[in-house]
Structures are given as C-alpha cells and as structure tokens.
C-alpha cells in the first residue's frame, strides 16, 4: 500500500531557530500534499495545499513566511517553521493525494507526524 | 467555508457498550471519510462514505451517510477497550479533490 514517511517524528528546538519537517511518499508519486498542525486532543487542522513544481495554496489565517512550504519533487514535500516560538508547538502531520480513487473519492495516505516542541 | 460538526467531543463508556458518534454540516459533501488515530500517530482511514443514504458496516463499526449528503454517523456495537481513540470524520467536495474538512474529533476511550 501507499505509505508516506515523515521525518523527523519528534523535533525539539530552541527559540528563534527554523526547524524542516519533510513529507516523503515512499512508493508512490504525489503531485499534491497536505500539511496540518494538530493540537492535543484536538481536530487537524489544514495549513496549506503543496502542489509538486507550484507555490503551495495557503489556508486562510496562516503565515506563508512563517510556514514554508516547498515540493520540488513528487516524492517530497517539505515545511520549514521560520523563526520558531513556543506557540509554535504542535504536531505537524501531512498527507498525500495518492492519485487513486477508492469509493468514488481520493485515496490519501496520512504521515505518522511530527511533533515540534520549541523551548 | 464547509464546516463539520462533530459530537460528542468525548465518549467515557464501559466495555460492551454501544455508541454513536455523529457528523453534520449545512454544506453537501461529495464524500465523507471516517478516520481512526492514536496518540502520536496520524489519521488511519476506517471507511469512505458517498452516496446519500449509504450504509456501510466494518465488523462492529457501522457508518451511515445521511439521504442529503450533509451528515453521517459512527455507531459501534458492544465496544471493546481497543476501540479507545479519537475518530474524525473529513468531508471533501467539489473541485478541492484530496482537500479534507475535518470535524473537531471524538476522543473515545473504553474502560475494561
């Protein structure tokens, strides 16, 4: 099956400094990714729509500049948290469009996450 | 902007006990996705729902997608301390193929 690796799992960095998490589609090629930030206990949250060769589409109320997102390949799509606050904290989880249909819907394929805790 | 309401927000049952978790919006969704996750882990797909009305059962779980396509449903049947998690139900439409609107989640947790 489809399988969507991210890395790193478990980050924790220092205020001020930007921290990459990347989304790899192991088997597969996926022309668009999902990034969500996801609190405790908490719904996921959509961030942004990263599309393979474009600019990612950003939700509304999220900060491109704080966020970056970037998908130079089909296989890897990262996000790099710029200039890192405690209120940046959470846990960050992306999914790819595996380009199936299952059901007459998309079939996406959920990373594991990766929680960021900033100090 | 689609919303999905989820309820309840947290389910504390016994073991062998049955419930139902529900998902409504006032928007039409082409599809509506069930997901299972555990702490620290991300989202599992249980089942993906689209025709109004549909039913659809996974051993003890069945899920219902409402005649107007606007809610859907989660019952489980004689719930096992396994089942403990959050369950989200996404719904996704239109042209935004792959862009899932989730609901505020259940955290269910069953006590042996």
């Known amino acids: 099956g489809a399988v969507v690796s991210q890395h790193p799992s478990w980050v924790i960095c220092k205020s001020g400094t930007s921290v990459k998490i990347e989304c790899r589609s192991l088997d597969f090629q996926a022309t668009t990714m999902f990034w969500y930030r996801q609190f405790p206990k908490q719904s996921l949250m959509l961030m942004a729509t990263s599309n393979e060769g474009s600019k990612a589409t950003y939700e509304q109320g999220v900060e491109k500049d704080k966020f970056l997102i970037n998908h130079a390949s089909l296989t890897l799509s990262t996000l790099t948290v710029t200039s890192a606050h405690p209120e940046d904290s959470s846990f960050y989880i992306c999914?790819?469009?595996?380009?199936?249909?299952?059901?007459?819907?998309?079939?996406?394929?959920f990373g594991a996450g990766s929680r960021l805790t900033v100090l | 902007t689609q919303l999905l309401e989820q309820s309840p927000q947290f389910l504390s049952i016994q073991e062998g006990e049955n419930l139902t978790v529900y998902c409504n919006s006032s928007s039409v969704f082409s599809s509506l996705q069930w997901y299972r996750q555990e702490p620290g882990e991300g989202p599992v797909l249980l089942v993906t729902?689209?025709?109004?009305?549909e039913v659809k059962k996974l051993k003890r779980l069945t899920f219902q997608f409402g005649d107007a396509r606007k809610d859907s449903s989660l019952h489980i049947t004689a719930a096992q301390p396994g089942d403990t998690g959050l369950y989200l139900c996404?719904?996704?439409?239109?042209?935004?193929?792959?862009?899932?609107?989730f609901g505020q989640g259940t955290i269910l947790t069953v006590h042996p």
């Open positions: 996404a719904g996704g439409g239109g042209t935004s193929y792959g862009k899932l609107t």
């Open positions: 729902v689209v025709t109004g009305g």
């Open positions: 999914s790819a469009d595996t380009g199936a249909v299952s059901s007459g819907a998309n079939v996406l394929t």
